[in-house]
């Protein structure tokens, strides 16, 4: 049984031309088997591109979350620094000096930036100790200070020239 080259395909163009008995059906046969296969082709890279977004994706979202508790770790003391950064100055300075009954020995206290430029006088060395210690506890620092000493009787009050701001 020898493959006789022309015989077929002269029956590979009778079926084509639609000569054959049959031949227009497996045509239309044959051709919706390849688009069904080209569809099928299509939407399986279609998910499989999906589903490699998708872990991606995935993957990157949880090196983030990693990345962001090795952050958080580094430094606990983050938590304070934030809060302090959200410090009113001049509130805090307000009631402070409100508690400590500074009244009109608050010669001035001014806006600069974020910072509160402050003058007071008649200070005894304890009340300065006292407003600066208050001051930390509620988060504000002296940045900058001039500090006078005047004699009174067998004391000293000081006159405090300061710039407070928040503690970093």
């Known amino acids: 049984m020898a493959l006789n080259f022309d015989a ?3 029956n590979a163009r009778s079926v084509l ?4 008995s049959g031949s227009v059906k497996f045509l239309a046969a044959g051709l919706l088997m390849l688009v069904v ?14 589903v490699n977004t998708l ?3 995935e993957g990157r979202y949880r090196t983030l979350l990693i990345l962001a508790d ?5 430094d606990p003391q983050k938590k304070n620094s934030n809060a302090n950064r959200n410090v009113d100055v001049a509130s ?19 806006p600069d930036g974020r910072n509160q430029s402050v003058e ?4 005894y060395a304890e009340e300065f100790t006292d407003l600066q210690k208050q001051l ?15 004699p009174a009787g067998s004391e000293r009050l000081f006159t405090v020239s300061a710039i407070i701001g928040p503690i970093n």
């Not at 296969?37 to 999906?50: E, L, R």
């Not at 930390?136 to 005047?150: K, N, Q």
Request: proline share 0%; no cysteine.
């Open 8 to 10: 077929a395909l002269n």
């Open 17 to 20: 031309r639609g000569e054959a």
């Open 37 to 50: 296969w080209v569809g099928v082709s299509v939407v399986h890279d279609w998910t499989a591109q999906g």
């Open 55 to 57: 872990a991606s994706q």
């Open 70 to 74: 090795e952050y958080k770790a580094l």
């Open 92 to 110: 805090v300075f307000a009631q402070v000096s409100e508690r400590m009954e500074l009244g009109s020995r608050v010669n001035r206290i001014t």
């Open 120 to 123: 007071i006088n008649r200070l």
């Open 136 to 150: 930390a506890s509620r988060g504000v620092r002296f940045i900058a200070a001039e500090i006078r000493a005047l």
